[in-house]
Structures are given as structure tokens and as C-alpha cells.
């Protein structure tokens, strides 16, 4: 049986912008399961990266109700979301968001640090992972020293140390070539298929969007398709 | 969590550096000016007491170098059952050694004035109760009464002329021959030069009926304190004090000097505080985004406050040291230069150091709860 890891049941968000309110999801139900590699795609502003942030725990919904792993996360303190966050979810953003000041072991290994995960476990468990991501040669080297597209698979890198259950994508080719925007998605593909991890990617190039397994198409806050 | 607190500071070594600096000038002030109140309250306390007896004085008069005493007093002084011997002294300041000015030869001695104490050696020497111990002659002898211009000088003194027994000496304009050095360790008393009573009265313009101060000894030390009411009841014109009432005299000066110097040092640490906050502030505010990334990536709250208070407590903990260090040595190079008794106390020292970890810890809270209370997409989106 497929287990479900995610349920959004007629979610609505809105924002105050300023003096107006925007309804930025107006009534969106989704539900991802383990091992698939789903990607939400939609114009900029059409509400897709609030979904993301929703599915993160990173933000709880106006109305309707998102469970993850069956648990309702609106009834969650900051302080349990932030377990889920550091536990069950990995995140990659668009602007690779390594910290300039680590190296690119010590940024794959910053999750396990507020865990007291022992350093030479999170060190062996990084460097496997980097070595698997074709980053076997640059482990000492700062973000500086990496190309765009390295630099993203350290932050890939980074969302899988945790052993996660779910890894959320936010328009991870955003800032490369699509070259590099291509073989970064193998990359993800390699590792949902290798350890059968939820991958949820939200971009508006539909260029690579044949990979996916779903596709939720999201325009002004629904999901059209 | 430590290392990436020290990670971030090197990462941006300009500001870290300034922030430093900040912290250890306010160290180095707090350091230079409570080792100058704590110097002198040793000395203070270590010359008061050595002082034995009670020392009478013409009444209100600023320093025993300024004081005139009626020689005739001692006869009355020593007809008081209690008193065992008084002894007249002679003060006078040796303005020139070998013909130069003392000041500058001090200078290079490393300090201090050079005082002539002109003595009865008989009086002094041979009781073996007064305040000038015999056995601190290091090298010839102590005066006696047969000696005219005659002198035992204190080590550094010799020390600073190159003397030793047998050489000549040449104090305000008159040749002495010295006959004993002495060593007491104390830097005051390693300053005096001793002569007979009758010279320092020549060299000093001193009538032959007077001295400068007298200092009477007990038959049992503890009666200091109620000979010396009685002197003061019985004889007019003098004061008379001992060692322990000079003492608290003296320190109760030196407690609204101390809260002076407190105050002063209060608000260098303040700025230095200030200065934590202020380097705090900026290197949150500059690293919103990374605060967003570690909260999305499951960092709590507490955590990333853990994080920014590490870092602020590094810079007050590092530099407190440095402001202990730079504090201590200039201090070192000061003394002799400056010739003023100041000293860097182990209790200082832990103040100085727990006092700048403190501050780091004060500074940091502000921009920690800044940082770790962000909302993590907005800090993403616009850090």
C-alpha cells in the first residue's frame, strides 16, 4: 500500500500586502506519496512557493488543514515545526543559500548541529552523500570556490543529511544554465529513486518537467490541473 | 555550535577586529586605572604598616617635612609610665645626588623620591624596638653615634649611583661617606637615605631645639592607640597618630578615589558594550538570509539565539584577554616610566576578563532574540 506522506485538504491562504489582503491560495487539496517525485508548476505569483512553504511547516494555512504524515500541522507550536523541519524535511532553495563562512562539508552537516549529532558520524554520512552528487573533490572548499551548479548540489546535499522523509525544491534551477539545470534534476531523480525519498519541486520551466511522476499546475491560487 | 560561532567571526575579520578593539581599550582602561588606585593602596598600606609606634607631628601639618617639634617634648613624652623611648627624626628631600637633580637619575631608577631621614643613631639603633631594623643592613653598618657626615643608603639608591660602603656620596651640595646600604624590598624605604640627626638639622636649616617629627614607642605595642589621645590631650600644638590610624585615614581617602576611578572605568565598559551591541547588530542584520535558512532547515529559536550569544560571548571573552594582556604589559612598561606604584592583581585580572565575557553576553541577547525571532521566508525572500 502507498503510504500517504502529505494531504492538503482546501487550504486558502491570505497575505496583507500593505493595506490589501491577497488570497493567495484560494482552496487547494493535493496529496503526495512516499516516493514521488512531484513537481508544482505555475506563473510567478500564481501561489505555487506558498504551497511549498505550507508543505514545509514553515507557514500554517488561513483555512482548510494540511496533514503531514496524518498529523495536522496548524496545531503545531513553532517549536514542534521546527523538529518536523530539522527531522522529517529537507529544503533546497533557488539561491543555493549556502553560508559563505563553512565549508561545504560543514554547510552538508549544519543541519545535524542543533540534533548534538557526533561530528565524525555527520562527517562520514556527508561525505558519502557528496561523493554521491560528484562532489567527492570538494569538500574543503567554500561556497566561493564552487560554480553555481556545485553549489546547488551541496545544497542538495545538505537537504538529504537528515535522512528526511520529504525534500521541498524551490525553483532549484533558478540560477543556472540549463545544462546545469538539467543534471542537477538527475541528480534529485538519482536520489528519489535511490532512496525512495518525496521530492516536491515547484518551478515555472516546464523544460524539465517530464521527470515527474505528478504535476500539479497552480494558476491565481488553484490548482488547474 | 562553537565552531561556527568562531567561523563566522573570522569570516568577517575587519569588523570582528574592530569590535576587539573596542573591547580591549575599555579592558585596558579599566585595567590601567584600578591597578593605579589597587598600586597605591598597597603601598599605602605596606609603609603604614611597617610603622611602628606613634608618630607626633606638629599639629596640622601636611607631611613630616613640613612639621617643626620642640625637642623639649621628648622628656615630657618619656616621663609617661606607658612610654618606653622617643625618638626625633629629620625630614628632608635630597633634591640633589652627586650634584645632579634626583628627579631625573629617579626617573631611571625606576622611581620614587629620595628622602634624607636625619636620626639618632643611639636612639634608634641601639633599642633594637624601633621602626629602623639593623638586620636590613645589607652591606656595612648601621649609623652610630661617633658618625659626622656619615650615611647608610637605601638600595636603589645605591643601586641607581653605584654605590657601596666606602664611597663618597654628595647630597644637596655636602659630601658623605657611606657606610652602610640598606635593603628593606619596600620601594619607598629603598629610597631613603639615613644621616645623623645634627647634619640633616645643618643641611636643612632645622633649629637645634627641634626635629621634625617624633616618634614614640610603648612598652607594650598595644598601647599605641590610647598614648597616642593622651599626647594629644596633655601636649599642645602636635598631632599623634598611629600606623592603624594613619591607615584608616588613608583609606578612606582612597575609597572615593576608588569610586572615582570606578565610575570612569564603568563608562569605558560601557561603550565597550556598546560597541559589542553595535557589531552584533550589524552581523545579524547582514546575515538574515542564513538566520532563514537555518530556521527553514529545522534550527529553533533557541538555537540560533545559542549561536549569535556564542559569537558575541567569543568577542568578550577573547577580547577581555587581549584588554587583560595589552593592560598588563602596558602597565609593566608604565610603572618605571611613570614611577607610580600600580599593580595588576590576580582579583583584577579575573574581573577584567569576566567583566568583557559579561558584556559580550549582555551585548549579544538584543541582536540574538533579533535574529532568532525572524520569520524565516520573509528573511529567505529579502535577507
Known amino acids: ?225 | 555550535m562553537w565552531k561556527i560561532a568562531f567561523r563566522n567571526l573570522l569570516s568577517k575579520k575587519t569588523r570582528t577586529l574592530l569590535a576587539l578593539m573596542g573591547l580591549v581599550i575599555a579592558v585596558v582602561g579599566v585595567v590601567g586605572l584600578i591597578s593605579i588606585s589597587d598600586g597605591i593602596k598597597n603601598m599605602v598600606n605596606e609603609s603604614l604598616g611597617k610603622l611602628q609606634g606613634v608618630q607626633v607631628l606638629q599639629k596640622d601639618s601636611l607631611s613630616p617635612m613640613l612639621s617643626r617639634v620642640d625637642m623639649k617634648i621628648i622628656k615630657e613624652i618619656e616621663s609617661f609610665p606607658e612610654v618606653d623611648i622617643v625618638t626625633p627624626r629629620v625630614f628632608g628631600i635630597a633634591s640633589s645626588i652627586d650634584g645632579k637633580a634626583f628627579l631625573s637619575g629617579g626617573m631611571s631608577m625606576g622611581g620614587g623620591i629620595g628622602e634624607i631621614i636625619g636620626i639618632d643613631p643611639v636612639k634608634e639603633g641601639a633599642s633594637g624596638k624601633t621602626g629602623f631594623d639593623t638586620s636590613q643592613i645589607t652591606q656595612g653598618r648601621f649609623l652610630k653615634s661617633s658618625d659626622t657626615y656619615s650615611a647608610v643608603l637605601g638600595k636603589k639608591i645605591a643601586d641607581g649611583y653605584k654605590k657601596s660602603v666606602g664611597s663618597v656620596v654628595e647630597l644637596n651640595g655636602i659630601r658623605f661617606k657611606v657606610v652602610g646600604i640598606w635593603t628593606t624590598g619596600s620601594s619607598s624605604t629603598d629610597n631613603m637615605i639615613l644621616i645623623p640627626i645634627d647634619i640633616a638639622r645643618k643641611m636643612f636649616s632645622i633649629e637645634s631645639d627641634k626635629a621634625s617629627m617624633l616618634t614614640v614607642y610603648t612598652k607594650d605595642p598595644g598601647a599605641v592607640e590610647s598614648i597616642s589621645k593622651k599626647i594629644e590631650l596633655r601636649i599642645d600644638n602636635v598631632d599623634a597618630k598611629s600606623g592603624s590610624e594613619y591607615a584608616a585615614d588613608v583609606s578612606s581617602v582612597f575609597g572615593s578615589l576608588d569610586i572615582f576611578f570606578w565610575a570612569i572605568s564603568s563608562i569605558a565598559v560601557l561603550v565597550g558594550g556598546v560597541g559589542i551591541l553595535n557589531t552584533m547588530l550589524m552581523s545579524v542584520m547582514e546575515r538574515f538570509r542564513d538566520f532563514g535558512i537555518l530556521k527553514a532547515i529545522g534550527w529553533s529559536n533557541s538555537n540560533i539565539m545559542t549561536l549569535v550569544v556564542s559569537e558575541s560571548i567569543i568577542l568578550g571573552a577573547v577580547g577581555g584577554m587581549a584588554g587583560l594582556a595589552a593592560g598588563y604589559t602596558l602597565v609593566e612598561i608604565a610603572k618605571p616610566i611613570l614611577g607610580f606604584p600600580m599593580q595588576v592583581t590576580p582579583t583584577l585580572a579575573v574581573i577584567a576578563v569576566l567583566l568583557a565575557t559579561s558584556l559580550g553576553l549582555v551585548g549579544g541577547l538584543y541582536p540574538a532574540r533579533k535574529a532568532s525571532r525572524l520569520n524565516p521566508i520573509e528573511a529567505i525572500r529579502y535577507g
Open chain 1, 1 to 225: 500500500m502507498v503510504k500517504k506522506i502529505i494531504e492538503v485538504k482546501d487550504v486558502h491562504k491570505y497575505f496583507k500586502m500593505g493595506e490589501n489582503l491577497v488570497h493567495a491560495l484560494r482552496g487547494v487539496s493535493m496529496t503526495i506519496n512516499q516516493g514521488d517525485f512531484v513537481f508544482i508548476i505555475g506563473p510567478s505569483g500564481s501561489g505555487k512557493s506558498t504551497l511549498l512553504h505550507l508543505i514545509g511547516a514553515l507557514d500554517v494555512p488561513t483555512d482548510g488543514e494540511i496533514y503531514f504524515e496524518g498529523k495536522k500541522l496548524s496545531q503545531m507550536e513553532e517549536d514542534i515545526l521546527s523538529t518536523i523541519r530539522r527531522k522529517k524535511i529537507g529544503f533546497i532553495f533557488q539561491a543555493f543559500n549556502l553560508m559563505t563562512s563553512l565549508t561545504a562539508l560543514e554547510n552538508v552537516t549544519i543541519p545535524l548541529v542543533p540534533s548534538g549529532v557526533d561530528e565524525s558520524v555527520a562527517n562520514t554520512r556527508a561525505i558519502k552523500l557528496m561523493k554521491m552528487l560528484g562532489l567527492g573533490d570538494r569538500i574543503n572548499h567554500t561556497p566561493n570556490q564552487l560554480s553555481g551548479g556545485q553549489q546547488q548540489r551541496v545544497a542538495i546535499a545538505r537537504s538529504l543529511i537528515n535522512d528526511p522523509i520529504i525534500v521541498l525544491a524551490d525553483e532549484p534551477t533558478g540560477e543556472v544554465d540549463s545544462v546545469t539545470g538539467n543534471e542537477i534534476f538527475d541528480y534529485l531523480r538519482m536520489m528519489n529513486k535511490k532512496f525512495n525519498k518525496t521530492f516536491v519541486i515547484v518551478t515555472h520551466d516546464t523544460e524539465y518537467i517530464k521527470r515527474g511522476d505528478k504535476i500539479f499546475k497552480i494558476h491565481d491560487g488553484k490548482i488547474v490541473s
